[in-house]
């Protein structure tokens, strides 16, 4: 993803150019068309996405740490994103694909990838005679995971449809994300995480490691909106 969001943010230097005269120069030469190519076309396609390719990445990334078929999880991790993501009535909200998203996406991948490796490994699979093509055993071993972690998504759907949020992504920007967010980045509360990462180093603790656990996808989102 990461050539993607470079030549997003590259899109954003030219489009946002802060000389008028360049963008006058622009018109005259493409028309009206200058004026929105940037943040109506380019921009929801490349920096407008940053969680779902987050999704795929943490999600392909931690299935090959688990020693599970990447694809296949990365594939569904994917549609359990946008089954939290789809709002009352059907559709998406653009803001849950964009940085706003993107805490909810790193957890989502997180927690549902550790749940499809456990479930496999604890031989929650259909089971394929010898004589079967690999590829084929794998799509099949898939299958009861997928099928339960999506029933579980589905429950969780429901259950915050019912709530004033609406969305699982808008009960953890508004609850989680934002609240620690502007802790975080604060330059008290950055000072505290600091001191915290080397009190933890000082006791034997990989400090960054337990840091970067939840603070990373807050200082991404934060990295990303910025």
Not at 58 to 87: C, N, R
Not at 89 to 98: E, L, M
Request: a negative charge.
């Amino acid at each position: 993803s990461m050539p993607l969001l470079i030549v997003g943010s590259l899109a954003i230097v030219i489009g946002d150019f802060p000389i008028p005269a360049f963008h006058e120069f622009m018109t005259s030469i493409v028309g009206d068309v200058w004026n929105t190519w940037c943040w109506d076309m380019v921009n929801p396609a490349t920096m407008g996405l940053v969680a779902l390719f987050a999704v795929v990445g943490v999600s392909h990334s931690l299935a090959s740490e688990e020693e599970v078929e990447p694809l296949p999880v990365a594939i569904s991790i994917s549609a359990y994103f946008l089954l939290l993501q789809q709002m009352d009535g059907g559709g998406y909200a653009t803001s849950s694909f964009d940085s706003a998203g993107l805490f909810t996406a790193m957890l989502t991948a997180l927690i549902a990838t550790k749940l499809y490796a456990v479930l496999l490994k604890k031989d929650i699979k259909i089971k394929m005679p010898s004589t079967v093509p690999g590829f084929v055993t794998r799509q099949f071993e898939a299958l009861i995971p997928a099928t339960l972690i999506v029933i579980l998504f589905l429950i969780l759907r429901l259950i915050f449809e019912a709530t004033p949020y609406g969305t699982v992504s808008n009960f953890i920007v508004t609850v989680i994300q934002m609240p620690l967010t502007n802790i975080g980045t604060t330059f008290i509360g950055t000072i505290f995480i600091t001191v915290l990462n080397s009190i933890l180093w000082f006791f034997g603790i990989h400090g960054t490691a337990v840091i970067d656990s939840f603070m990373g996808p807050l200082w991404y989102a934060a990295r990303f909106a910025n």
